[in-house]
């Protein structure tokens, strides 16, 4: 069973899910993963995935787990959490204070933004890649009222943790919300608090379209942007042009917009890069917040500043990203 521990020096949660290690392309080794056998999110290899939770264009009254869909959603057949209740974990050690150990649960579902073998968002059709995100944004929904914190993710190339080259989403319904989750839900409410009702992230996005240093492009939906404090080079943030608190909320998702971004990444860097993609939206006890997506390029490994301090060094100015992004 999945594990949540509890770092004793940090205090930062940590899931050990050593079942994991058995799904395609999941062995730990310097040579590049062949997943090998046949892709089980092909349209047709449906047998090959856990029944569907979900389905998105099959024609209505057809069966579930059968071609025909255009989107479909499934259980991580290799799940991160479990939905099963436990008794607390006990450690090798007695002493509580040190060893803090508890199952991992929640949800953890796979969403295939496509039938088709695409290995990376940006081939995606425009219409293909926002039916996509309105799958993303049902499974949230069915999750987020019994969810502390709902995490949506995108892995894209073997440097971005991708363990099957067929592009799809993993949905993580965490009963707890995570350090950095709840650090950016402080700052919006203390921000809320000193400005008497501010949106930390629509003012933010209000003085970032003045400036125009950090703007890739707009749209009616959205606005994206290379990050003020980028970690990455080419990092992108998008952000919805009307502050909304959730992204599983009724109102646009910027599909276009984020379709046309990774767009430029590839046409900048010559090919789609490995990369992360996520969705940011409103943790439990979130009174103000405002939903975002970031895209994360895999370019440069983390080395030992990163990693010893979690403070990142990034070697490309944010307004050169978005510079040159403009131009691609």
């Known amino acids: 069973m999945p594990e949540l521990r509890v770092d004793p020096l940090t205090g930062l949660k940590v899931i050990i899910a050593g079942g994991r290690a058995a799904r395609p392309g999941g062995a730990r080794a310097f040579a590049t993963p062949d997943p090998g056998g ?50 607390p974990v006990r450690g090798s050690h007695p002493d509580p ?94 921000y809320a608090t000193r400005t008497m009702g501010g949106d930390l992230l629509a003012d933010l996005l209000q003085e970032e379209v003045r400036l125009r240093e950090r703007v890739v492009a707009i749209d009616d939906e959205a606005v994206l942007l290379s990050p003020y404090a980028a970690r990455m080079p080419y990092q992108l943030m998008l952000v919805p042009r009307r502050a909304r608190r959730a992204f599983e909320a009724e109102g646009p998702t910027g599909a276009a917009l984020l379709h046309d971004g990774l767009n430029r990444l590839a046409r900048r860097l010559g090919g789609s890069p490995p990369l992360n993609l996520w969705v940011r939206t409103a943790p439990s006890g979130a009174d103000r917040f405002c939903w975002r997506i970031d895209v994360l390029p895999r370019l440069v490994p983390g080395a030992g500043l990163e990693l010893g301090t979690g403070v990142d060094l990034n070697e490309l100015a944010p307004e050169t990203a978005a510079a040159e992004l403009r131009e691609a």
Do not use: K, Y
């Open 38 to 87: 046949e892709d089980p999110f092909l349209e047709g290899n449906e047998a090959h995935t856990p029944p569907e939770v979900a389905a998105w264009g099959r024609p209505a009254g057809a069966a579930p787990d059968t071609p025909g869909w255009r989107a479909r959603a499934v259980p991580n057949r290799f799940p991160a959490l479990t939905a099963e209740p436990g008794e």
């Open 97 to 190: 204070e040190l060893f803090v150990a508890q199952p991992a649960r929640g949800g953890h579902e796979v969403i295939v933004n496509a039938p088709e073998p695409v290995t990376t968002l940006a081939e995606l059709a425009p219409e293909q890649l926002a039916l996509a995100m309105d799958a993303w944004r049902e499974r949230i929904a069915a999750h987020a009222p019994r969810a502390a914190c709902v995490h949506l993710s995108v892995n894209e190339g073997v440097a971005g943790g991708a363990s099957l080259p067929h592009t799809h989403a993993q949905l993580f319904a965490l009963d707890f919300v995570p350090a950095a989750v709840a650090r950016e839900r402080e700052r919006f409410g203390a």
